[in-house]
């Protein structure tokens, strides 16, 4: 099943291919306005803009009763509509669905984009707005690495982002879980997998995206991405969107975990009282948890610019010995000064640790964590509450890695190899 492309709101939508979808990114008109909008964001709406030939362009160009309408706005208000003027009349894809042929309000049939008519493909989009304070792209680009370190985008189900026509936002593509729920449960999941925040409006299934230039392409996978269709959502969901039913139907990810989701003061969700006795407790075959990321550290704190990655790699390395359970990986975190540093900062360290322990869970322990253990003789003690679950207790290859410690940004939980397929096993695999 394709996706749909709206030439303009007067025209049906059309099913997208590689060859319609490139020739909209590498139309010059497109990359034109596109340099435009994040010219005049990036300005801060300078009045200047009214006197270039590019406003008085798009102002002759206007209908009559919106040029009247134009008329009456403030200088200011004048360039901000000139702007999403420029935007708005960039191509328009809706990901989500196509459309069935059904007669519009003047009785012209055509796959027209109505809510009525849509026909759900089981992809997903999350709108993430102003995740930067820049207009250029660039600063998007250096987001869009950080929160995708160490993660399999194919495995996880990503199959395109973009950065967005304002140039401080980023577009993501993914297949949807009939088991996280609708297209805005599924965003929420993702969200909290990712770390990141979503646009709420992104909800119902005639929401379309303006497409931008090829070189904004952050990652596509046109093996999915065309082809793409999920029967079992569409006949669970394609009525309901028909019918405007588009409201969350489960609670938001993480309001039933980590206790309880993000408070105003994140730092004191575990890190007095009881909680904190528990996580001083916390132990794997005798040994303090906070020994074993002491060995995993090598006795060093990272320091500032390392630290959400030494604190991401912890995280999928402690699950194995906490049950693979988010509050107890986030207990033994925070017996980390250098952590609790990160959470007041507004570094997301839960919904870190919530998309670490939906990672696919490996058969071994990852090597660094295994070498730790041994070395603190924690694996030739019988098994006590807090560990890993089962026979976890064999060796694993770790790829880029031969010391215990966590090194440079490598993940030593990557690679490990299956029994059964004699393959490699990508243990940041698909969030549950």
């Given at each position: 099943m394709a996706f749909s492309y709206q030439r303009n709101f007067g025209v049906p939508t059309e099913n997208v291919g590689h060859?319609?979808?490139?020739?909209?990114?590498?139309?010059?008109?497109?990359?034109?306005?596109?340099?435009?909008?994040?010219?005049?964001?990036?300005?801060g709406f300078d009045l200047k803009w009214l006197e270039t030939d590019d406003y008085k362009d798009w102002y002759r160009r206007l209908k009559p009763e919106r040029r009247a309408a134009v008329d009456k706005l403030t200088d200011?208000?004048?360039?901000?509509?000139?702007?999403?003027g420029k935007k708005t009349s960039l191509p328009l894809v809706t990901f989500i669905a196509n459309y069935l042929e059904r007669p519009n309000k003047k009785g012209v049939v055509g796959r027209w984009r109505q809510k009525e008519g849509v026909c759900l493909n089981g992809?997903?989009?999350?709108?993430?707005?102003?995740?930067?304070?820049?207009?250029?792209?660039?600063?998007v680009r250096a987001y869009w690495q950080q929160i995708i370190a160490h993660l399999d985008l194919k495995e996880i189900g990503i199959v395109m982002a973009y950065i967005s026509a304002s140039g401080d936002g980023l577009k993501i593509v993914f297949k949807a879980r009939l088991e996280w729920g609708n297209l805005i449960d599924n965003q929420h999941q993702m969200a909290q997998f990712l770390g990141v925040t979503v646009d709420e409006k992104c909800k119902d299934g005639s929401r379309g995206h303006f497409i931008t230039t090829e070189d904004d392409?952050?990652?596509?996978?046109?093996?999915?991405?065309?082809?793409?269709?999920?029967?079992?959502f569409a006949e669970k969901y394609d009525e309901q969107y028909r019918g405007g039913r588009t409201q969350p139907t489960l609670p938001a990810a993480g309001s039933d975990a980590v206790g309880g989701g993000r408070s105003d003061d994140s730092s004191q969700t575990v890190a007095g009282g009881s909680d904190q006795k528990d996580a001083e407790e916390l132990s794997?075959?005798?040994?303090?948890?906070?020994?074993?990321?002491?060995?995993?550290?090598?006795?060093?704190?990272?320091?500032?610019?390392?630290?959400?990655e030494k604190m991401r790699g912890l995280a999928n390395?402690?699950?194995?010995?906490?049950?693979?359970?988010?509050?107890?990986?986030?207990a033994a975190l925070k017996t980390q000064q250098w952590v609790?540093?990160?959470?007041?900062?507004?570094?997301?360290?839960?919904?870190?640790?919530?998309?670490?322990?939906?990672l696919k869970y490996g058969w071994k322990k990852p090597e660094a964590l295994q070498t730790a253990l041994e070395e603190l003789g924690a694996l030739s003690s019988p098994p006590e509450s807090g560990g890993a679950r089962g026979?976890?207790?064999?060796?694993?290859?770790?790829?880029?890695?031969?010391?215990?410690?966590?090194?440079?940004?490598?993940?030593?939980?990557?690679?490990?190899?299956?029994?059964?397929?004699?393959?490699?096993?990508?243990?940041?695999g698909s969030p549950r």
């Open positions: 060859q319609l979808l490139f020739a909209l990114l590498r139309d010059p008109e497109v990359a034109k306005k596109v340099a435009t909008v994040r010219q005049v964001k990036g300005s200011q208000k004048k360039v901000e509509a000139f702007c999403d992809l997903c989009v999350m709108d993430l707005d102003h995740v930067v304070k820049t207009h250029d792209g660039q600063a392409i952050l990652y596509i996978d046109e093996e999915d991405l065309y082809t793409y269709e999920n029967k079992a794997y075959h005798s040994i303090p948890v906070s020994e074993i990321i002491k060995k995993l550290l090598g006795g060093q704190e990272p320091q500032q610019g390392d630290r959400h390395l402690l699950r194995y010995v906490c049950d693979n359970s988010p509050k107890k990986v986030l609790m540093d990160l959470i007041a900062e507004g570094d997301p360290v839960e919904a870190t640790v919530e998309g670490a322990c939906r026979g976890l207790n064999a060796g694993q290859t770790c790829a880029g890695s031969d010391h215990p410690a966590l090194t440079g940004t490598e993940d030593c939980s990557i690679k490990t190899q299956s029994p059964d397929s004699g393959g490699e096993e990508d243990t940041h």
